[in-house]
Nanobody, 125 residues
Framework: QVQLVESGGGLVQAGGSLRLSCAAS????????MGWFRQAPGKEREFVAA????????YYADSVKGRFTISRDNAKSTAYLQVNSLKPEDTAVYYC??????????????????WGQGTQVTVSS
């Protein structure tokens, strides 16, 4: 089992930045590719970014490319999502997820085995 706990969300003005963290405990963190997803009210959960076990491969949704950066520190068992140039349409609950079999490019939420509880990001205009 892996437990994932997100933090770092909050209320920010458009154009602002946040750094989301996802702390893992349980099984060896470096065994998992990691992903970030988000879900806005009334909408389906959508892929945001993913990173391979080593951190050498990153993959982004087109809507966040150039504004968001995913990273990980395996020594600290933590994944991060730096979110810059935020827009009101980025408002959502952000979830991190662990993917035991993926390569760091997996956009399908159904194939991620472990999920955190989410952290709210609200962007005001």
């Amino acid at each position: 089992q892996v437990q994932l706990v997100e933090s770092g969300g909050g209320l920010v003005q458009a154009g602002g930045s946040l750094r989301l963290s996802c702390a893992a405990s349980g099984r060896t963190f470096s065994r998992f590719a990691m992903g970030w997803f988000r879900q806005a009210p009334g909408k389906e959960r959508e892929f945001v970014a993913a990173i391979s076990r080593s951190g050498g491969t990153e993959y982004y949704a087109d809507s966040v490319k150039g504004r968001f950066t995913i990273s990980r520190d395996n020594a600290k068992s933590t994944a991060y999502l730096q979110v810059n140039s935020l827009k009101p349409e980025d408002t959502a609950v952000y979830y991190c997820a662990g993917d035991l079999y993926g390569s760091g490019t997996n956009t399908n939420s159904d194939t991620y085995e472990y999920w955190g509880q989410g952290t709210q990001v609200t962007v005001s205009s």
